[in-house]
């Protein structure tokens, strides 16, 4: 059986996301919810079947009793998050947060997903685009030996950053940081984002820079990224080690590159690719416990 | 081309651009020498920060000596008659940042983006005009998009509330007659209280005839850094514009004579190596390429043995924008892979 979903939020990153979630095995989006009745990703909600409204998280939560909805994604923007949180944690749904809002705690799948089993949380944050395909290579040098300093570059092209993104940018950089610091395990971490209009539209490119406390061990980090690169493949097949890991005194650069599947966007938008397919991986996990009784949904007044 | 009586306000960037050429490497002690000097001369705005603003310093683009607070609060209190500005590219630098930067006494923001990106600004912007600052938008690497398209994204910073926009030519790619179309457009689209300003780069010796075209098409604020001192080829000399406004009976208010001499009693001795036009900076000017990326290039051809000149051209075939200083390294090793 599988878990009934809701998309808050339905730009690039909830359109993407509700194509990931038809394919889910236990998980049954039902729910599509925008604020523009026009809108693209609506507009897709519908010709698959899903319910919609264009009145914003209001417009759904009549409705989550009697469609049972117990995960709720929320692709809108930090600014909105916490009002559409606590709404939908007053009805005991658990709330996936795509926003760089993080008032929940960070979830970088391949990294630590498992820390989040058995925790019995409402409400787990994605990082960002750039945090999801960076931070799981600072924690690949990081495992390693101690990183100092952590910087990760996210370039997009600018047809893949919606309105939300673009109001949002301080807090991308600003939570990407922590959480390269938080879960990548650098002692200090920084985030850029690069915004490039380039035609044809050019693929993600991330690029990770670590600064090692001692001299970096090569043979054991190259090993470590490599491992890293399959754990991430196997939920981002198009996720490539373009150069690197490059070594210069304590400095570790690694180069990646970040192919989608074309759900929605074309297939340079592997920046929505990576947060859609860790968000959907995350709510499987939590899918599972919600079915085998480990994880009880409790109504946050 | 009779600019006679026009009134000009100059904005000196050699403590901000000339960053890029020390890589971020400047002495407290010479970033206030020089900055009183500028004063004394009569220098109505100069920037200082990081080469790329606030927040800039990092591995990609590389650690400033001093962070932009030591080098602010060290600058400002000495400044008699000139105001101070800094930089704060969004995606690097955050409101933090600025919150910051408006501590330490800075009267002047420019929040700069690409060309077609200006609604990355909107948060930067309106924080800007919340601290009542002189807020500029700085639309980077103009050369990239048509006036038309230059002036739809400078109506997003207008209304999100900047005072004032600047068509940056952050490759020296532009030539006069494509400055005058970007900045005559500018000009002619937005009432008088929203200044118009040209940022120049030296790649193709086009600083100061691009500067002179800015001034006829309606532009009151001319960048440029005192003997040139910026990224690439360096930014319009303003030495040489006073000399040339002088000549003109453009208003400046800047004396000549004391300006030659900070550029050649205090900031030329400064610069590492000449700031010039080489093949390198050329390129930059030839390709359209940013024009921070030079050093970062000569960096990579030294690391991997890959000429700069052809990981810049490449760079630019890829459309490179501002702020994308870790392809550099990455073109580098594609190039020696296929050359492999």
Not at chain 1, 221 to 243: C, F, Q, W
Not at chain 2, 84 to 92: K, Y
Not at chain 2, 188 to 214: K, Q, R, V
Request: proline residues 4%.
């Amino acid at each position: 059986m599988a878990i009934n979903c809701a998309m808050i939020g339905s730009g690039n990153i909830g359109t993407d996301l509700m194509a990931k979630l038809l394919r889910s095995a236990n998980l049954n989006p039902v729910w599509m919810v925008g604020i523009d009745e026009d809108s693209d990703g609506l507009l897709k909600a519908r010709e698959a079947g899903l319910k919609t409204t264009h009145e914003g998280v209001d417009g759904l939560i009549p409705h989550i009793e009697e469609d049972n909805i117990q995960i709720a994604f929320d692709a809108t923007s930090a600014y909105v998050h916490g009002e559409n949180n606590r709404k939908l944690q007053e009805k005991g749904v658990l709330v996936i947060d795509l926003t760089p809002a993080a008032i929940g705690p960070f979830c970088v799948p391949p990294v630590n997903l498992k820390e989040h089993v058995g925790a019995q949380e409402m409400n787990v944050n994605m990082v960002t685009c750039g945090g999801q395909a960076t931070i799981p290579m600072v924690a690949a040098v990081s495992r390693v030996q101690a990183v100092e300093y952590g910087e990760i570059v996210a370039t997009v092209a600018s047809k893949s950053a919606g309105p939300g993104t673009r109001k949002n940018i301080d807090e991308f950089t600003q939570t990407t940081a922590r959480a390269v610091e938080e879960i990548g395990g650098a002692t200090k971490g920084k985030a850029i984002i690069i915004l490039n209009p380039a035609e044809p539209p050019l693929m993600m490119r991330d690029t990770v820079h670590c600064l090692t406390k001692t001299t970096p061990d090569q043979e054991a980090i190259t090993k470590s990224v490599h491992d890293m690169l399959a754990e991430v493949n196997k939920y981002v097949p198009g996720y490539r080690l373009k150069n690197g890991p490059i070594f210069d005194g304590n400095r570790v650069s690694i180069f990646l590159e970040v192919e989608g599947l074309g759900d929605y966007l074309p297939k340079y938008a592997g920046n929505l690719d990576i947060m859609t397919a860790a968000a959907t991986r995350t709510a499987e996990m939590f899918a599972e416990e919600i079915e085998n009784g480990t994880l009880k949904l409790k109504k946050l007044a | 081309m009779n600019l006679t009586g026009k009134k000009i306000k100059l904005h000196d960037n050699a403590l901000r651009d000339g960053m890029h050429s020390v890589s971020h490497q400047f002495s407290i002690d010479d970033m206030v020498r020089m900055a009183m000097a500028l004063d004394e001369a009569g220098m109505p705005l100069i920037e200082v920060t990081h080469g790329d603003g606030l927040g800039g310093s990092s591995v990609n683009y590389g650690f400033g000596r001093h962070t932009n607070r030591e080098y602010l609060e060290a600058v400002v209190p000495k400044m008699k008659n000139a105001k101070i500005s800094a930089l704060l590219l969004p995606g690097l630098g955050t409101v933090n940042d600025l919150a910051m930067a408006v501590d330490c006494g800075i009267s002047t923001i420019r929040i700069a983006t690409h060309c077609t990106e200006a609604d990355v600004s909107e948060q930067h912007i309106k924080k800007a005009r919340e601290y009542g600052l002189d807020t500029v938008g700085f639309l980077m690497m103009a050369h990239m998009t048509p006036p038309e398209a230059l002036l739809e994204q400078a109506r997003k910073m207008v209304d999100y509330g900047a005072n004032c926009i600047y068509a940056t030519d952050s490759a020296g790619y532009l030539l006069p007659d494509d400055v005058t179309a970007r900045i005559g457009l500018l000009r002619s689209e937005f009432s008088d209280d929203i200044e118009i300003g040209f940022h120049g780069h030296h790649n193709l010796a086009m600083g100061i005839a691009n500067s002179l075209a800015a001034i006829e098409a309606g532009a009151s604020r001319i960048d440029g850094s005192v003997a040139g001192f910026g990224a690439g080829a360096g930014n319009t000399p303003l030495e040489v514009m006073v000399a040339v406004c002088n000549r003109m009976g453009i208003i400046t208010g800047v004396d000549v004579d004391k300006i030659m001499d900070v550029a050649e009693d205090i900031a030329l001795p400064l610069m590492p190596t000449p700031t010039r036009i080489d093949r390198d900076s050329l390129t930059l000017g030839y390709a359209g390429v940013y024009s921070s990326f030079l050093l970062h290039a000569k960096r990579a051809e030294k690391n991997h043995g890959v000429p700069a000149r052809e990981i810049l051209m490449e760079l630019g075939r890829m459309g490179a924008v501002g702020g994308q200083e870790d392809m550099i390294e990455d073109v580098a090793l594609e190039i020696k892979k296929k050359s492999a």
